[in-house]
């Protein structure tokens, strides 16, 4: 490739393209070079988890999503001696960056070089040590080929002392030749079909595992997406205890594919209402999700009435600001179906269909909206699928087919006979 000296002549283009979910904007940023043909083009999403100390000495997690309002100076083309720089500045001083370098036949991240400002006072309001703090980090980019677009739509991460770093839907090409983004695709690990999809980390859960702020990038193995924690909720009416729920809640939102996260019981607080015929349990996981499930004892005439779940509504809150972000409600529900004065109970996983983006997962389900007698459950009914009849269905099942093969054989012979008797007779 001919070596082209960059120029300030640099575009960026900001999608405001919001992920309602994450709140995140995607940025899009084209470095054009002094012939104006564009030598650098990235677009991504981007997200960062912080931990920092306040003034009262504890430690308080925000995340710092991108705002629509990013500037972009510094960027360089980059070429065979001097590495391609992708320099972003946003908000109150913050600043994030990447450099990549060249070979013969390869282009390949360098360093991540990401500094937030304390200072910002919108963010860590109570920090104990205000002004810029910078975190280096290795970028774990395996060697793209040149003329090649860098493509992981999986999220990755990069993690260090205090700061998270989440990425997903990325497109990346350095060294663009001849100024034409490249159709041939090098996809990321995590992307290959053969690995399980990802999950994007939780604010209530920022890891702190290395201790040295250039730590060696974590290898990108995605994890099984496992089953969630299993909470146990109860509401108080005075000092008697009106509701008890014992249940692992994962939320699985398909926004452009299915995202699934896990509801940390340990964050989580439950508050609501109880009643004699209506009562809520709202679950708040303290990282901007609420959960409410409305249960209705059922207006029948039975000697024993019952009652079921009736609705759900999950609401999402901007971390920062608390305004809504999203909000999902299903009030049709006619589900886990219970005697009043029992309780009910589902270990295996059922789906909540809340509506076609957004479902809940249960695990271990066990709750008791109505009727609680000393803290303590009632008897349980169990779902169908925990109970041990299952097994019935196939013998019945085979039961059936039998009887219907005999039936068959035996129709068919008295109809030969039949039809033999009516040639005879012609
Ligand atoms: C690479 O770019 C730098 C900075 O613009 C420039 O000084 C240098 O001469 C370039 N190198 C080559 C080989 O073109
Ligand atoms: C990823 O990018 C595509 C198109 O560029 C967009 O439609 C989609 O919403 C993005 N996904 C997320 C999770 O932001
Ligand atoms: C570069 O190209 C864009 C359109 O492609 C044009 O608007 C702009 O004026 C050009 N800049 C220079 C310096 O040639
Ligand atoms: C974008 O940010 C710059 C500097 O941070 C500021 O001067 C400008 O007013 C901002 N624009 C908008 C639309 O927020
Ligand atoms: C990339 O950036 C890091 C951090 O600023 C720096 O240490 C490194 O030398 C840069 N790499 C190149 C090839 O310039
Ligand atoms: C690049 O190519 C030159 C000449 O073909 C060769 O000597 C050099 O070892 C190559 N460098 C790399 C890193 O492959
Ligand atoms: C932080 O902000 C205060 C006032 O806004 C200013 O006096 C101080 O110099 C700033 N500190 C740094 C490190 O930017
Ligand atoms: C770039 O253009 C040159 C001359 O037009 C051509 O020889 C070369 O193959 C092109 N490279 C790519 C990657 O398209
Ligand atoms: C964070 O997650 C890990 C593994 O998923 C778990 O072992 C740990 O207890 C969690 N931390 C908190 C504070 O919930
Ligand atoms: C912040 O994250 C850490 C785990 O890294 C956790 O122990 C702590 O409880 C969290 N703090 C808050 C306020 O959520
Ligand atoms: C709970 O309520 C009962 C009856 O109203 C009362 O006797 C008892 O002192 C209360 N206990 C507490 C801890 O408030
Ligand atoms: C609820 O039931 C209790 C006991 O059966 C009864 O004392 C109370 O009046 C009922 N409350 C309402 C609002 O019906």
Known sequence: ????????????????????????????????????????????????????????????????????????????????????????????????????TKNNETYQGDFVTFTYNTNDTALFPDAKRKGPITVVVKDNMLPVHLNN???????????????????WNVTLQAFVQNGT??????????????????????????????????????TATPKPV???????????SGNKTCLLATVGLQLNVSKDKPVLININPKTTSADGTCGNTTATLRLNDGNSTLIAFTF??????????????????????NHLNGSVISNADNNNFSKWDTFLGSSYMCRKEQTLEINENLQIHT?????????????KFSTA???????????????????????????????????????RTGYQSV
Not at 192 to 208: D, E, G, Q
Not at 226 to 236: A, H, I, R
Not at 308 to 314: A, G, W
């Open 1 to 100: 490739m001919e070596p082209r000296s960059p120029s300030p002549a640099c575009l960026l283009l900001l999608l405001l393209g919001a992920s309602g979910f994450f709140q995140s904007y995607a940025v899009e940023v084209e470095v054009k070079d002094a012939s104006n043909t564009t030598c650098l083009y990235a677009k991504w999403m981007m997200k960062f988890l912080i931990r920092y100390e306040t003034n009262s000495s504890d430690y308080k997690n925000i995340t710092l999503d991108l705002p629509s309002n990013v500037t972009h100076d510094g960027s360089v083309c980059g070429n065979d001696t001097q590495a391609a720089l992708v320099a972003l500045q946003f908000g109150e001083g913050h600043s994030w960056s990447n450099n990549f």
């Open 149 to 167: 677009v860098y493509v992981c739509h999986n999220a990755d991460s990069f993690e260090t002392e205090n700061v998270v770093q989440i990425f």
């Open 181 to 218: 983004i490249s159709k041939k695709e090098s996809r990321c690990r995590a992307d290959t079909p053969t690995s399980a999809p990802t999950v994007l980390p939780t604010i209530a859960n920022v890891t702190t595992a290395s201790t040295s702020t250039l730590s060696p990038a974590p």
């Open 226 to 236: 496992e089953n969630p924690d299993t909470g146990n909720y109860s509401l108080k």
């Open 296 to 317: 209705v004892v059922k207006n029948t005439s039975v000697s024993v009435p019952k009652f079921y779940l009736k609705e759900v509504n999950v609401t999402l809150l």
């Open 363 to 375: 695990f271990n389900l066990w709750i008791q909206p109505f009727l609680v007698k000393e803290n």
């Open 381 to 419: 009914e169990e779902c169908f699928a925990d109970s041990d009849l299952n097994f019935l269905i196939p013998i019945t099942v085979g039961m059936a087919l039998g009887f219907l093969i005999i039936l068959v054989f035996i129709s068919y012979i008295i109809g030969r006979r039949k039809s």
